[in-house]
């Protein structure tokens, strides 16, 4: 794991990301359950973009400190399995830091791991065609300003929740949408 981190650290340096060291010295196993509550790893921070997590926890399963607060001792099991799964919104960093993240994944994941699932709503990790991962930010950059604009210019009703308001520009424009 040491020299996995330490490639990541190296590489968070070239791009000029920021970066935290959590546990280097890991004392896990194979197992179901982890041994302790610690994270091992590294996250770095892309500009515009929230942390990118290669941690882990002593059952050598990716995880993070925020996952593991919210959920690891969750009464709920159905909530328990979020623990593991890790997700980083890249849609303000761009294309290139997207790119980026997912060939950084793609390179540790094949030299480090016996076993990874991406899923990467930009279709970059299944294609690697920069053509369809600029049309996807393209799409998601269009709905993003027109739900701004909506909550901009649609005047919220008298004693309308926030809930009920969203949920009525969320209606509006999905009908629009379908014009």
Not at 126 to 149: H, M, Q, V, W
Request: glycine share 4%.
């Amino acid at each position: 794991m040491n020299e996995m981190i330490g490639e990541i650290e190296d590489i968070a340096k070239v791009f000029k990301w920021n970066f935290h060291l959590f546990e280097r010295n890991f004392r896990g196993t194979f197992s179901d359950e982890p041994i302790d509550e610690l994270i091992y790893g590294i996250s770095v921070s892309p500009p515009d973009c929230e942390p990118v997590w290669f941690t882990f926890l002593s059952n050598r399963r990716m995880s993070n400190p925020v996952n593991l607060r919210l959920f690891y001792n969750s009464p709920k099991e159905e909530e328990r399995k979020y623990v593991y799964m890790l997700s980083t919104k890249t849609q303000y960093a761009g294309i290139k830091v997207h790119a980026a993240i997912i060939q950084l994944f793609r390179y540790i994941s094949e030299k480090y791991f016996n076993r990874f699932e991406m899923l990467d709503e930009g279709k970059y990790w299944e294609t690697s065609d920069i053509k369809i991962l600029e049309e996807t930010f393209a799409r998601y950059t269009s709905l993003i300003d027109t739900f701004g604009d909506a909550l901009n210019h649609v005047p919220r009703k008298e004693n309308e929740s926030i809930e009920a308001f969203i949920g009525r520009i969320f209606r509006e424009l999905n009908k629009n949408s379908q014009k």
